[in-house]
Structures are given as structure tokens and as C-alpha cells.
């Protein structure tokens, strides 16, 4: 009976993952500059705004770098079911004798708060239909969103633009090559709007995965082949 008992206790204690909840540190021992560089991350994120109790149950370390010219450590927020990677740039400057880290986190978030609660991800995918239609390669991301600056825990996707828009848009070019046509820009305007060509739109969905707030911008997935020379009618 005591052997038994012992094998149960042996085993729970097993079962029982090491440093329960976020963890802070990556599988790997981490050198002295890798610690520093951990340390001083995680103040700079806790300095936007969340609490050290918020950080310390919801982010863990999953990645450290520490090279010449490559100094970053990547984060994993974990939060209602919800993962998105974090990402710090490190720099630094010179104050006299002294070398100042700087932590590219700071505009990456901006302005953050505790995260209480969240929408579940069949909500939020219903939310993104609703607003633009059927998505593709939907993705989690926390970062600055609103205007303000305030950090959002993010669900975001695209989708192909309404042929609407993209006709408005290609009917846009056509006006500026009547425009160059007539010689209403400079060579040096011609030569900026010429480079790069427009390329097929999408629209880009955001939903807040607090809120349930939907927003809606637009963008170009590629370039496209170039515009057909206007021809004026004689």
C-alpha cells in the first residue's frame, strides 16, 4: 500500500509542468546578455501599460537573439485561447560612457492594458465574414491598431476586393494618363508614378478580438502587367 501510494505521489508530481502557467525562459539555458536582454524586454512592455501580473501569466519567451547587428527577443502571448507572436528589435545608443538600450516594442505597442476577456474564434470568424466576405490566410496579431496607439489582440484576413473598387481604381490611372498625356505633370512626377505599377487590391479585415470591432483598409497583393497607353481620340 505504501509502495503504491508513492508511485502515485512520484507520478502526479510529474504530470505537473515545471514553472505552471507563462514561462519566462526558452528550453535552452540562456547566457548573461540573453537574460539582460530578456530582463530589459520585459520592462519595456510592462512599461506601455499591462501590468507585471498580466505579463508574467500571459507571455513567455520564444525565441532570444543576441548577435552583432541582430539583438531581439520574440514573445508568445498567450491569452483566451488566443496565441500571437511579439517581436523586440533591441538597439541602443551612447549616453557619455554609457549604452542605452532602445526596445522597438515600444511603438510596436504603443499603448497596452490587461486583456479580461475575449470574443471566442467562431465569433470573431463570423465578424470577419460579415465584414469582408469570404477570407483567406486569417492570422492572430497584438499590436498598436486604433487610433491613439492603443495595442489590440487582433484577428486578421483578406480577401479579393470588389471588382467595383478596382475598376474605381484602375479609372484613377487612366485620369493620370490623360493628365501626362497632356502635359499637365512634370518628367520627374511621371517618372515617381510610373514606378512600381498597380498591382491586383484586396481588402484587409481587423477584428478586434476584445471589442468585436471590425475595420476595413486596402491594399495591393502584387504588382500587375502595365497599364494600356491612352490614346487620344482624334
Known sequence: MRTTLLFILAA?????PRGAGAQTTPTKEMTDAERALVAGSREAIIETGISPAFFDGHFRVARVVDRPGDRR????????????SVNDSVGFYTEGARRVDTHSVAATLSSTSDITRTITRRRAEALMRRCIGRFSDPQVEYRAHVAGGRAALLLTAHAPAPRRRQARVRGGREERGRAR?????????????????EGPFVVLGAVDLVTGEC?????????????RPFRRQR
Request: no cysteine.
Open 215 to 227: 475595420t476595413v483598409g486596402y491594399g495591393q497583393a502584387g504588382p500587375l502587367p502595365p497599364a
Open 181 to 197: 498625356s497632356d502635359g499637365a505633370q512634370s518628367s520627374d512626377e511621371v517618372g515617381a508614378e510610373d514606378e512600381g505599377g
Open 12 to 16: 502526479a508530481a510529474l504530470a505537473v
Open 73 to 84: 527577443v520574440v514573445w508568445l502571448l498567450s491569452v483566451g485561447g488566443y496565441e500571437a
